[in-house]
């Protein structure tokens, strides 16, 4: 069957329609492929993140370091993490989603190795730094890689999901440091977060290149090679044609304009509401293990208070992936917001 009878309409070089050829699709083996390819990569930039949550306390502990030089390795860590994630984007549209993902796993995967031979606390930090640059890389190309392959009408279940994958990696650190650090010491948890980056650094080398990117460079036959094959798997599931007021090409935003008057009221919004997550998220759950050995409990004690803690967070995602894509992305936000606020109130009770 011809391309042009398969969507429903004649396409021909130049009138690609990655974008509305791609949201009409249903979920099929090959979305669940990219999934796990990229959530691979996600689950160990969130394990790498959340590192610190166990190698501050025990670094505390055994006089490797000082509060401030913790709050230094915090700071670093986010500091890279904003240069790496606004680098990302302007890579990811130069080079390409492929190349982007492939080269901020390389650089976090290489800078936890480098973390494990840290002779002192400074050498730590440097290495941290650099480890932040590809863990913020990671997570935008990693969510936005995922969001032009997926279709809107499961978007956000999908990206759910990968929140979980995600957030797995608290209580897979906690639980492994738990285990790992008062018998060998910390640097083994860095290891084990350098050799899973590059494992999937490897196994993502068969990761195809994101076809909305290949028709916005105008590399049509490429584009079109790969949506076939991606529509070939989403044959049997009865494809719905291509809207017909679809455009032939999908018109490329500047980004000024994220400053009009249509997107800037949507920046300001998203951009406080991460701020003030990752702030809870990425800073009170690091320090949490430096905040228990500091007022006198064991190491072993602090790193079971935090992962009993860290365990909410999948389930958060869970249920988050259940009821974003039935009562609306806005309404889960405001419910999980009001419900944050309620229980640190509580908290601090």
């Known amino acids: 069957m011809a391309i042009g009878e398969d969507i429903g309409q004649d396409v021909t070089p130049g009138e690609i329609l990655a974008g509305p050829r791609l949201d009409r699709l249903r979920i099929s083996g090959f979305h669940k492929r990219i999934f796990w390819l990229i959530g691979a990569g996600m689950f160990f930039d969130g394990y ?117 994958v995600v957030v797995s990696g608290l209580p897979a650190t906690t639980l492994l440091g738990s285990i790992i650090i008062p018998t060998f010491g910390w640097r083994p948890v860095f290891l084990i977060a350098g050799i899973g980056a590059l494992v999937v650094w490897y196994l993502r080398k068969s990761m195809p290149e994101s076809p909305r990117w290949l028709e916005s460079k105008h590399r049509f036959a490429e584009a079109e090679e790969l949506l076939t094959m991606i529509e070939g798997e989403s044959a049997s599931l009865s494809l719905p044609p291509v809207p017909k007021e679809a455009t032939t090409m999908v018109n490329s935003l500047d980004a000024l304009d994220l400053f009009g008057a249509t997107l800037l009221p949507r920046l300001l919004v998203g951009s406080i509401g991460l701020i003030v997550i990752n702030t809870l998220i990425f800073g009170f759950v690091t320090w949490l293990p430096t905040f228990f050995v500091h007022q006198g409990l064991t190491l072993t004690r602090s790193f079971s208070y935090t992962l009993m803690i860290s365990l909410a967070a999948p389930i958060g995602c869970v249920i988050g992936a259940f009821v974003a894509d039935r009562i609306g992305r806005r309404p889960t936000i405001i419910g999980a917001s009001l419900l944050a606020i309620v229980f640190g109130a509580l908290y601090r009770t």
Do not use: H, K
């Open 48 to 164: 790498d993140l959340y590192v610190g949550t166990n190698v501050l306390g025990a670094t505390l502990a055994s006089g490797f370091s000082t509060l401030a030089q913790n709050a230094q390795f915090v700071s670093m860590t986010f500091v890279g993490m904003t240069i790496g994630a606004l680098a990302a984007g302007f890579l990811g549209d130069a080079f390409g989603r492929r190349f982007t993902y492939q080269v901020n796993l390389l650089v976090f995967g290489l800078a936890s190795l480098a973390a494990v031979l840290a002779p002192t606390m400074s050498w730590l930090v440097a290495a941290r730094f650099v480890m932040g640059l590809g863990l913020g890389a990671e997570i935008v190309v990693g969510y936005s890689t995922l969001t032009e392959f997926v279709p809107p009408i499961s978007r956000g279940r999908w990206l759910s999901f990968m929140t979980l």
